[in-house]
Protein backbone atom coordinates (compact mmCIF):
# COMPACT_ATOMS: atom_id res chain seq x y z
CA UNK A 1 0.00 0.00 0.00
CA UNK A 2 1.22 3.70 -0.69
CA UNK A 3 2.61 5.53 2.18
CA UNK A 4 2.69 8.78 3.14
CA UNK A 5 6.15 8.64 2.56
CA UNK A 6 5.67 7.90 -0.99
CA UNK A 7 3.39 10.89 -1.44
CA UNK A 8 6.17 12.81 -0.12
CA UNK A 9 8.79 11.36 -2.69
CA UNK A 10 6.30 12.06 -5.23
CA UNK A 11 6.67 16.29 -4.26
CA UNK A 12 10.10 16.09 -4.24
CA UNK A 13 10.10 14.94 -7.70
CA UNK A 14 7.27 17.70 -8.43
CA UNK A 15 9.56 20.24 -6.67
CA UNK A 16 12.67 18.80 -8.46
CA UNK A 17 10.63 18.92 -12.27
CA UNK A 18 9.83 22.59 -11.44
CA UNK A 19 13.17 23.77 -10.56
CA UNK A 20 14.63 22.30 -14.36
CA UNK A 21 11.66 23.73 -16.08
CA UNK A 22 11.06 27.28 -14.78
CA UNK A 23 14.41 28.51 -15.94
CA UNK A 24 13.98 27.64 -19.24
CA UNK A 25 9.65 28.85 -20.01
CA UNK A 26 9.75 31.81 -22.42
CA UNK A 27 13.60 31.97 -22.72
CA UNK A 28 15.86 30.22 -25.29
CA UNK A 29 15.57 26.45 -25.37
CA UNK A 30 15.88 24.02 -28.25
CA UNK A 31 12.67 21.50 -29.69
CA UNK A 32 12.25 18.62 -31.99
CA UNK A 33 9.12 16.59 -33.40
CA UNK A 34 9.25 13.17 -32.17
CA UNK A 35 8.18 9.88 -34.18
CA UNK A 36 4.85 10.18 -33.25
CA UNK A 37 4.70 13.76 -34.59
CA UNK A 38 4.54 15.33 -30.95
CA UNK A 39 6.91 18.05 -29.69
CA UNK A 40 9.53 17.74 -26.59
CA UNK A 41 11.80 20.66 -25.69
CA UNK A 42 14.89 20.23 -23.56
CA UNK A 43 12.79 21.53 -20.78
CA UNK A 44 10.78 17.87 -20.95
CA UNK A 45 14.06 15.90 -20.73
CA UNK A 46 15.63 18.27 -18.31
CA UNK A 47 12.58 17.40 -15.74
CA UNK A 48 12.37 14.14 -16.65
CA UNK A 49 16.10 13.31 -15.74
CA UNK A 50 15.63 15.11 -12.33
CA UNK A 51 12.77 12.63 -11.26
CA UNK A 52 14.13 9.73 -12.54
CA UNK A 53 17.72 10.49 -10.61
CA UNK A 54 15.42 10.37 -7.23
CA UNK A 55 13.72 7.40 -8.19
CA UNK A 56 17.08 5.28 -8.85
CA UNK A 57 18.76 6.44 -6.18
CA UNK A 58 16.07 6.72 -3.62
CA UNK A 59 13.55 3.53 -4.82
CA UNK A 60 15.89 1.49 -6.84
CA UNK A 61 13.66 -1.42 -7.14
CA UNK A 62 10.47 0.60 -7.76
CA UNK A 63 10.04 0.29 -12.04
CA UNK A 64 9.91 4.05 -14.12
CA UNK A 65 7.27 4.46 -16.94
CA UNK A 66 8.51 7.94 -18.49
CA UNK A 67 7.36 10.04 -21.50
CA UNK A 68 10.25 10.53 -22.64
CA UNK A 69 13.18 8.37 -21.54
CA UNK A 70 11.24 4.93 -21.49
CA UNK A 71 10.97 2.43 -19.15
CA UNK A 72 13.02 1.11 -16.24
CA UNK A 73 12.02 -2.23 -14.12
CA UNK A 74 9.40 -3.14 -16.22
CA UNK A 75 8.45 -6.35 -14.15
CA UNK A 76 8.52 -3.98 -10.76
CA UNK A 77 4.68 -3.95 -8.97
CA UNK A 78 5.52 -0.07 -8.21
CA UNK A 79 5.94 1.76 -10.95
CA UNK A 80 6.28 5.20 -10.94
CA UNK A 81 4.69 7.07 -13.90
CA UNK A 82 6.38 10.37 -15.18
CA UNK A 83 5.05 13.28 -17.73
CA UNK A 84 7.40 15.65 -17.27
CA UNK A 85 5.54 18.57 -19.12
CA UNK A 86 1.56 17.71 -20.17
CA UNK A 87 0.95 20.14 -22.57
CA UNK A 88 4.00 20.77 -24.37
CA UNK A 89 2.64 23.00 -26.92
CA UNK A 90 1.40 25.15 -23.90
CA UNK A 91 4.97 25.21 -22.75
CA UNK A 92 6.14 26.63 -26.02
CA UNK A 93 3.08 28.79 -26.59
CA UNK A 94 4.24 30.23 -23.56
CA UNK A 95 1.03 29.21 -21.48
CA UNK A 96 1.32 28.32 -18.08
CA UNK A 97 -1.10 26.04 -18.06
CA UNK A 98 0.88 22.62 -18.87
CA UNK A 99 1.94 20.91 -15.43
CA UNK A 100 4.24 17.93 -14.71
CA UNK A 101 1.85 14.57 -13.83
CA UNK A 102 3.29 11.90 -11.71
CA UNK A 103 1.37 8.28 -10.66
CA UNK A 104 2.79 5.57 -8.64
CA UNK A 105 0.96 2.44 -9.51
CA UNK A 106 0.78 -0.76 -7.46
CA UNK A 107 -0.70 -3.67 -9.54
CA UNK A 108 -1.51 -1.63 -12.58
CA UNK A 109 -3.94 1.18 -10.71
CA UNK A 110 -2.24 4.31 -9.54
CA UNK A 111 -2.67 4.72 -6.10
CA UNK A 112 -0.68 8.53 -6.01
CA UNK A 113 -1.37 10.78 -8.28
CA UNK A 114 0.45 14.46 -8.23
CA UNK A 115 -0.64 17.60 -11.16
CA UNK A 116 1.94 20.24 -10.72
CA UNK A 117 2.04 23.95 -12.35
CA UNK A 118 5.07 24.85 -11.84
CA UNK A 119 4.87 28.81 -13.00
CA UNK A 120 1.59 29.69 -11.01
CA UNK A 121 3.54 27.02 -8.31
CA UNK A 122 -0.05 25.36 -8.09
CA UNK A 123 -0.21 21.54 -6.87
CA UNK A 124 -2.91 18.89 -6.82
CA UNK A 125 -1.75 16.05 -4.58
CA UNK A 126 -3.80 12.24 -3.90
CA UNK A 127 -3.22 9.67 -1.67
CA UNK A 128 -5.95 6.96 -2.18
CA UNK A 129 -8.07 7.23 0.66
CA UNK A 130 -6.86 10.36 1.91
CA UNK A 131 -8.53 12.50 -0.47
CA UNK A 132 -7.27 15.43 -2.89
CA UNK A 133 -5.29 18.47 -1.61
CA UNK A 134 -4.76 21.65 -3.80
CA UNK A 135 -1.65 23.23 -2.39
CA UNK A 136 -1.83 22.08 1.05
CA UNK A 137 -5.80 22.25 1.68
CA UNK A 138 -8.42 19.98 0.85
CA UNK A 139 -10.00 20.10 -3.02
CA UNK A 140 -13.65 19.07 -3.52
CA UNK A 141 -15.50 18.76 -6.96
CA UNK A 142 -18.57 20.92 -7.26
CA UNK A 143 -22.45 19.42 -7.53
CA UNK A 144 -23.57 19.60 -11.42
CA UNK A 145 -27.55 19.05 -11.28
CA UNK A 146 -27.86 19.54 -14.83
CA UNK A 147 -25.26 18.40 -17.95
CA UNK A 148 -27.30 22.07 -19.25
CA UNK A 149 -25.45 24.14 -17.18
CA UNK A 150 -22.06 22.05 -17.07
CA UNK A 151 -18.39 23.40 -17.56
CA UNK A 152 -16.98 21.35 -20.25
CA UNK A 153 -13.50 20.67 -21.56
CA UNK A 154 -10.67 19.44 -24.23
CA UNK A 155 -7.57 19.77 -24.91
CA UNK A 156 -7.72 20.23 -28.55
CA UNK A 157 -10.83 18.76 -31.29
CA UNK A 158 -7.99 18.04 -33.58
CA UNK A 159 -7.06 14.71 -30.83
CA UNK A 160 -10.51 13.19 -31.97
CA UNK A 161 -11.12 10.93 -35.00
CA UNK A 162 -13.53 11.20 -37.02
CA UNK A 163 -16.02 8.34 -35.00
CA UNK A 164 -15.10 10.15 -31.92
CA UNK A 165 -15.94 13.33 -33.08
CA UNK A 166 -19.46 12.24 -33.03
CA UNK A 167 -19.25 11.48 -29.28
CA UNK A 168 -17.80 14.45 -28.18
CA UNK A 169 -20.33 16.40 -30.01
CA UNK A 170 -22.94 14.96 -29.03
CA UNK A 171 -22.05 15.60 -25.43
CA UNK A 172 -21.34 18.97 -26.40
CA UNK A 173 -24.58 19.35 -27.63
CA UNK A 174 -25.93 18.27 -24.32
CA UNK A 175 -23.57 21.50 -22.50
CA UNK A 176 -23.91 25.41 -22.36
CA UNK A 177 -22.82 26.43 -25.72
CA UNK A 178 -20.01 29.18 -24.17
CA UNK A 179 -19.20 26.89 -21.37
CA UNK A 180 -16.86 24.92 -23.41
CA UNK A 181 -13.47 25.34 -22.96
CA UNK A 182 -10.29 24.58 -25.51
CA UNK A 183 -6.86 23.94 -24.10
CA UNK A 184 -5.32 22.93 -20.12
CA UNK A 185 -4.39 19.51 -20.94
CA UNK A 186 -3.47 17.76 -17.34
CA UNK A 187 -4.68 21.57 -16.22
CA UNK A 188 -8.28 20.77 -16.91
CA UNK A 189 -8.43 17.73 -14.62
CA UNK A 190 -6.67 20.08 -11.77
CA UNK A 191 -9.90 22.29 -11.90
CA UNK A 192 -12.18 19.77 -12.39
CA UNK A 193 -10.98 18.49 -8.79
CA UNK A 194 -11.08 22.15 -7.25
CA UNK A 195 -14.70 22.48 -8.74
CA UNK A 196 -14.34 25.14 -11.22
CA UNK A 197 -15.00 22.68 -14.22
CA UNK A 198 -17.32 19.55 -14.90
CA UNK A 199 -16.14 17.47 -17.65
CA UNK A 200 -13.52 16.97 -19.22
CA UNK A 201 -13.51 14.65 -22.65
CA UNK A 202 -10.43 13.59 -24.19
CA UNK A 203 -9.59 10.61 -26.62
CA UNK A 204 -5.61 9.69 -27.90
CA UNK A 205 -3.97 9.92 -24.25
CA UNK A 206 -1.47 7.58 -23.21
CA UNK A 207 -0.60 6.26 -19.50
CA UNK A 208 1.44 8.83 -18.56
CA UNK A 209 -1.16 10.84 -19.51
CA UNK A 210 -3.87 10.16 -17.45
CA UNK A 211 -2.68 7.84 -14.35
CA UNK A 212 -1.98 10.65 -12.16
CA UNK A 213 -5.33 12.10 -12.90
CA UNK A 214 -7.12 9.58 -11.32
CA UNK A 215 -6.64 9.72 -7.96
CA UNK A 216 -7.06 13.81 -8.45
CA UNK A 217 -10.15 14.02 -9.57
CA UNK A 218 -11.36 10.86 -7.66
CA UNK A 219 -9.83 11.94 -4.37
CA UNK A 220 -11.47 15.37 -4.52
CA UNK A 221 -15.36 13.09 -5.08
CA UNK A 222 -15.38 12.95 -8.86
CA UNK A 223 -15.26 10.27 -11.41
CA UNK A 224 -12.43 8.99 -14.15
CA UNK A 225 -13.58 6.13 -16.54
CA UNK A 226 -13.39 5.42 -20.39
CA UNK A 227 -16.18 6.39 -22.59
CA UNK A 228 -17.78 2.93 -21.93
CA UNK A 229 -18.16 3.88 -17.99
CA UNK A 230 -15.32 1.46 -17.31
CA UNK A 231 -12.56 2.42 -14.52
CA UNK A 232 -9.32 3.59 -15.67
CA UNK A 233 -5.91 1.11 -15.10
CA UNK A 234 -2.85 0.53 -16.92
CA UNK A 235 -4.59 -1.39 -20.13
CA UNK A 236 -7.08 1.20 -20.72
CA UNK A 237 -7.25 3.00 -23.95
CA UNK A 238 -6.90 6.68 -24.31
CA UNK A 239 -10.86 7.32 -24.51
CA UNK A 240 -11.02 9.40 -20.71
CA UNK A 241 -13.70 11.55 -19.15
CA UNK A 242 -13.63 13.06 -16.35
CA UNK A 243 -16.34 14.13 -14.21
CA UNK A 244 -16.32 16.20 -11.28
CA UNK A 245 -20.31 14.77 -10.27
CA UNK A 246 -20.79 11.05 -10.44
CA UNK A 247 -24.14 11.28 -10.61
CA UNK A 248 -24.01 12.78 -13.89
CA UNK A 249 -21.91 9.68 -15.43
CA UNK A 250 -25.26 8.41 -16.82
CA UNK A 251 -26.27 11.41 -18.68
CA UNK A 252 -22.41 11.95 -20.25
CA UNK A 253 -22.15 8.45 -21.56
CA UNK A 254 -25.59 8.62 -22.86
CA UNK A 255 -24.97 11.80 -24.29
CA UNK A 256 -22.11 10.39 -26.33
CA UNK A 257 -24.07 6.90 -26.92
CA UNK A 258 -25.25 5.76 -30.09
CA UNK A 259 -21.66 5.91 -32.12
CA UNK A 260 -18.57 3.63 -32.42
CA UNK A 261 -16.02 4.82 -30.96
CA UNK A 262 -13.66 2.41 -32.51
Not at 120 to 127: G, H, I, T
Not at 155 to 173: I, K, N, R, W, Y
Request: aromatic residues 6%.
Amino acid sequence: MPSAADLALANRLADAAGEAIRPLFRGDWAEERKSDATFVTEADRAAEAAMRAIIESERPDDGIIGEEYGNRNPGAGRQWVLDPIDGTTSFIAGRPIFGTLIALMEGGWPVIGLIDQPILRERWAALVGAGTTFNGQPARTAPCPDLSNAVLGTTSPHCFSGEQVDGFMGLAGKVAERKIVYGGDCYSYGLVASGHMDIVCEAGLKLHDFAALIPVVEGAGGTMCDWQGEPLNADSGGEVIALGDPARLEDVIEAMAGHDHG
